[in-house]
């Protein structure tokens, strides 16, 4: 805490001596000069020259040296890998993705049957992302800053000390020791975490969530779930399985409900691609070329003016709205950022999230669309690389 003490005032006022680091800091002198050795050794810190001469000798100027330092970040969609290096001061120098081949379904068939389905390459997918991974570590050394942590974010659980992904579907993917696998080709550190608590943490360091204690990232993509914050820390649960919302049982017959896909949750049944592919043909809705309908394409259908669209749109804000109750209910927290395929749309979900809960619940928390849209998993990933070797996340820019 302190040496962030030291990066903040630094970062924010320029170069500054040892003497008026204590003074803005309340900090003894005998912490900054030890902090400061600290920072110097790391590269966090740098000299900057001397203070004007008054007479005496004159005071070491120091200043932060964060954008010489880079992490890089990857995050695993359904149909690509996206990967970046970023700098201490927050600025993306470099980005780079590998395209996958996506699961597919033909568009004759049902996307309810996995028989019709053209599967995920596994292989092809994890090599992609090896390759991306070697490519970032040595751009990073052709630029004359050598990549000093990697975060990675995936659509699926993380557990144990090897990084294992569990299963996900849309990889095709099933108990792969990811982090285990990277850490070998590489003495990088790195870290693997779910594609919404990577969102979360990086909220909570660098978005809407600054300074606060607890909050929820809901994550819409193939998949839905939450990253959760509590006394300022992810809260994984025993098991990493923490915040896997689309499992939420939405109604009595969920408990009695025969599913022709077990791997999916009762919400992502209902909200899900596969859900929805169904009830879009059902209505005679365009299938994309993939074969799969997700909420972010609804909701582009529907603000396009379709009336069909417009009613499953309603359901997916019904279905959502739920989930954060119960979530807010349990966890009470401080605000729920909306991110994923729902971040396009926040001017008429957050309202509408709202309304539907108000006077249902104690208390309609605050709810912010993911400060950086798109880009919101990906900068948490790195966020998670630069805590892993400094101990601080990266600084609002």
């Not at 500054?16 to 003894?28: A, E, F, M």
């Not at 915040?243 to 969920?254: N, P, T």
Request: negative net charge; hydrophobic residues 45%; charged residues 20%.
């Amino acid at each position: 805490m302190n040496q962030t003490a030291i990066i903040e005032e630094l970062r924010k006022s320029g170069a500054l001596s040892r003497q008026q680091l204590s003074v803005r800091t309340g900090l003894s002198s005998a912490t900054i000069n030890r902090l400061t050795a600290v920072l110097i050794e790391e590269g966090s810190v740098r000299a900057a020259g001397h203070e004007p001469s008054t007479g005496g000798r004159p005071s070491i100027l120091l200043s932060y040296a964060g954008g010489s330092k880079l992490v890089a970040a990857i995050q695993l969609h359904p149909d690509r890998a996206a990967g970046l290096l970023m700098d201490f001061d927050g600025k993306v120098v470099y980005r780079r993705e590998a395209l996958f081949r996506p699961r597919q379904f033909p568009l004759g068939g049902d996307a309810t049957d996995d028989a019709t389905a053209i599967p995920a390459d596994r292989e092809a997918h994890l090599k992609s992302t090896l390759d991306l991974f070697d490519h970032l570590i040595a751009t990073s050394k052709s630029m004359g800053s050598p990549c000093l942590a990697v975060g990675v974010a995936v659509p699926g659980v993380v557990s144990g000390p090897h990084g294992t992904v569990g299963h996900t579907t849309e990889l095709g993917w099933s108990d792969v020791p990811l982090g285990r696998l990277l850490r070998e080709r590489s003495a990088v550190p790195v870290v693997v975490e779910n594609d919404a608590n990577a969102l979360a943490f990086g909220e909570l360091h660098r978005g809407a969530g600054r300074g606060l204690q607890s909050l929820v990232a809901l994550f819409l993509e193939n998949g839905l779930g939450a990253g959760i914050i509590t006394n300022g820390e992810l809260h994984r649960g025993a098991l990493g399985e923490a915040g896997e919302i689309g499992y939420l049982l939405m109604d009595r017959a969920s408990l009695t409900h025969s599913k022709a896909h077990p791997e999916l949750g009762d919400l992502e049944d209902r909200i899900g691609p596969r859900a929805l592919t169904r009830r879009a043909r059902d209505k005679g809705i365009p299938i994309p070329p993939t074969g799969l309908m997700t909420a972010d394409d609804i909701f582009g259908i529907a603000d396009d003016g379709n009336v069909a669209a417009r009613e499953i749109a309603e359901e997916i804000l019904d279905m959502v709205a739920i989930a954060i109750a119960a979530i807010v209910i349990i966890l009470d927290p401080e605000l729920v950022v909306v991110g994923g395929g729902l971040v396009g749309v926040t001017n008429r979900v957050i309202p509408g999230i709202q309304e539907r809960l108000t006077g249902r619940i104690i208390r309609v928390p605050r709810l912010e669309a993911a400060t950086r849209r798109e880009d919101s998993v990906i900068l948490g990933a790195a966020e998670l690389a630069a805590a892993e070797v400094n101990g601080f996340a990266y600084l609002a820019g």
